[in-house]
């Protein structure tokens, strides 16, 4: 037979060989030779709800989850949880769109210094505009907002600067900012805080290069701070749970999944200390068959979660480094509970 350029490549490569001719529970579109990460490793997370997942996955299998902002002594358990300390590395709540890292990062820093300082609740209570679902409970003046912020930033740089690995879990494109000076938000004002006013805030809905254009501007301001710092780029398979855009959420959806997917692509490729690392594309692909969402179709079960993980252990552990059992392969049930996601609010908000 005559050779081609495809002669040699490997099972990998070809559908055929990679995807359907092997069990749906079992195919492991890894990275290729991607760096370690070892026992002693800090790992951080940040991003939207399913970041949450893999954070416990992560404690599950016995790494070193790296927590800077964790909660006072003598917290209850149940009042840290629904304070989210712990929740990710530090208290900055989800962090759905590329734009927040960015901001988050010179928020801290003290490069940039958003108008936008405290929202009012319909209670009467101040939320921080930035993570307004972090204190439940409100603040009763500004000035505590400000100091808890400020608090929280020490954490922050304390984590970017210490922390060996960030696995970075992108949820969307669409989101709100404050015209003034474009601070990015969470949440729509009016969801969780804060006055809707279309002449103070805009919609917006990011294309390919300004989420590029945003993963490496985080990445260079985070090498800044920790050159040896590694990065693990993921988009993460839970649909959105809204749109704003005059057309179906199925089309958003799409749109906004296929535009991470292929930014987290293009940054993770311009330097060997960051990689993209195919969550989504194990959870979301049409060879399961939507087997790994609930029946609302949105939320990811723990069948889900375990073939990620199996994964992730396969791919960054090293051969000869201790590592926690992996599940059985054909464990499958479900369960997301304690997962926190902002976006839900919106939901709420209009019931």
């Known amino acids: 037979m005559a050779r081609n350029p495809y002669t040699d490549l490997p099972d990998a490569r070809f559908w055929r060989r990679a995807v359907a001719g092997v069990p749906p529970f079992a195919v492991d579109p890894r990275p290729a030779a991607p760096f370690p990460i070892l026992p002693t490793d800090r790992v951080a997370t940040g991003g939207s709800c ?16 790296y927590i800077t ?42 490069a940039f210094r958003p108008e936008l300082r405290v929202w009012p609740r319909e209670d009467g209570r101040l939320v921080d505009p930035f993570r307004p679902t972090v204190e439940p409970q409100g603040f009763a003046h500004a000035d505590d907002v400000e100091a808890a912020r400020e608090a929280h930033f020490a954490r922050v740089r304390e984590l970017f600067e210490t922390l060996d690995v960030f696995v970075m879990t992108l949820g969307l494109t669409e989101g709100w900012r404050h015209r003034a000076d474009g ?18 805030y805009a919609f917006v809905n990011a294309g390919a290069a ?9 990445l260079d301001r985070l090498w800044s701070v920790n050159a040896a710092a590694r990065v693990i780029l993921t988009v993460s398979p839970v649909p959105m749970i809204a749109t704003y855009e005059d057309r179906h959420v199925l ?5 906004t999944k296929s535009v991470l997917r ?22 979301a692909s049409n060879i399961n068959a939507g087997r790994y969402y609930a029946e609302d179709l949105r939320s990811i079960n723990d069948a889900g ?19 926690a ?6 464990s499958e049930f479900v369960g997301a509970a304690g997962v926190i996601c902002d976006e839900e609010e919106i939901e709420r908000s209009v019931a």
């Open 50 to 65: 399913f970041a949450q997942r893999v954070a416990q996955a992560l404690r599950d299998a016995g790494y070193h989850y």
């Open 69 to 110: 902002e964790a909660a006072p002594a003598g917290t209850p358990p149940d009042e840290a949880a629904q304070r989210q300390f712990g929740t990710f590395s530090a208290r900055y709540g989800n962090l759905y769109y590329t734009r927040q890292f960015v901001q988050l990062f010179d928020r801290a820093y003290g």
């Open 183 to 200: 601070a990015a938000l969470p949440l729509a004002p009016g969801v969780a805080g804060g006055v809707y006013d279309p002449a103070e």
């Open 210 to 218: 300004e989420v590029t254009a945003d993963l490496r501007g985080f």
């Open 251 to 255: 089309e958003s959806n799409l749109y």
């Open 262 to 283: 292929v930014a987290a692509g293009e940054a993770a490729a311009v330097d060997p200390r960051a990689v993209y690392f195919p969550a989504y594309d194990i959870v």
């Open 305 to 323: 979660v375990r073939h990620v993980m199996r994964c992730f252990l396969d791919t960054f552990t090293p051969g000869d480094a201790p590592r």
């Open 325 to 330: 059992a992996a599940p059985p392969i054909a």
